[in-house]
């Protein structure tokens, strides 16, 4: 009948297999039950306790279990307590006693869970604790972003405030009159415009051309087109004067054709490129002069169709 009792014990405080802790108590062997009354008095605490951990009464279940322990201190309770303790919240209580119920019982028959629920537990903490970290370093980085964007304000602010003050020092001065700090090249200029001994010969070599220079110029290639046209002339008065051989020795009208067009082509490439010599040398020396003396007299070539020569304008000197 003894044994009877603490089967059904056993059995019913298995079955309660999910409370939390209160404290834990001293390990102790298994007992033997030798008072039926304690036995039977356990189990009404054990049912009692059932019950209360079913409604969610976490602590009440503790108690009663703990009640249950008193009088018959079976290892089977302590997990019980620990059931109790541990979805009361009080994590800490419940591992300390599932580590006291897997010392005092190793092998027993909730020994497998008790220790599947530590593993849980110390596995919940480490991804917890792995999650508050990465929250942590999260939170650490957008500080470190806020003070970096906050620091580009504060100096945008300083420069726009510099730039305030320097434009209204700037009004300030062009009021009293005062020279503006990006006026200093025109002064600079300004002094430089002036006379300087020191700098007489390097002004000299910096003069812009004189007035007759244009003329030179003009002068030159009109000397050089004239060239062109003497060499053209010449060479058609060659070829008509071959042409006019030939016509001697046999004559022949397409020949003769030929010779009187050289011979006007020549003509009017030697009268042209005289005068466009003639001028150019005319323009030439007219430029020196002109450098010597602005005088107001301009001369430029003219050519037309029939006409070429120069127009000279203005007074003589």
Not at 16 to 41: E, I, L, R
Not at 148 to 154: F, S
């Amino acid at each position: 009948m003894m044994r009877a009792w603490l089967r059904l014990f056993v059995v019913a405080a298995v079955s309660g297999a999910a409370a939390p802790v209160v404290h834990a108590q001293p390990a102790a062997p298994v007992p033997v039950v030798t008072d039926k009354t304690k036995a039977k008095t356990a189990k009404q605490y054990v049912d009692a306790g059932l019950a209360a951990q079913n409604t969610g009464d976490y602590d009440t279940a503790i108690t009663f279990y703990t009640k249950a322990y008193e009088l018959v201190p079976h290892p089977v309770l302590i997990f019980n307590i620990a059931q109790a303790t541990r979805l009361a919240g009080r994590i800490d209580d419940a591992l300390a006693l599932y580590a006291r119920y897997l010392a005092a019982d190793p092998s027993g028959a909730q020994a497998q869970t008790a220790r599947d629920i530590v593993a849980e537990i110390q596995t919940g903490r480490a991804s917890e604790a792995r999650k508050a970290d990465d929250a942590r370093k999260a939170e650490a980085a957008r500080k470190a972003d806020d003070a970096r964007k906050a620091d580009e304000a504060r100096k945008a602010d300083e420069a726009r405030k510099a730039s305030e003050a320097r434009k209204a020092d700037d009004t300030r001065k062009a009021a009293a009159g005062e020279p503006h700090p990006a006026s200093a090249p025109q002064v600079a200029q300004a002094s430089a415009s002036q006379p300087n001994p020191d700098r007489i010969q390097a002004a000299d070599s910096d003069a812009p051309a004189g007035p007759g220079r244009m003329l030179r110029l003009t002068g030159i290639a009109t000397g050089a087109a004239g060239v062109v046209g003497l060499g053209i002339g010449i060479g058609f008065a060659v070829h008509g004067s071959s042409l006019a051989s030939d016509v001697q020795k046999q004559y022949d009208p397409q020949k003769v054709d030929a010779g009187n067009r050289s011979n006007t082509i020549a003509a009017v490439g030697i009268v042209a490129g005289g005068v466009l010599v003639a001028t150019g040398v005319t323009l030439y020396v007219w430029g020196h002069a002109k450098d010597r003396r602005a005088d107001g007299v301009a001369l430029a070539p003219m050519v037309a169709p029939q006409v070429a020569g120069l127009v000279l304008s203005g007074s003589l000197p």
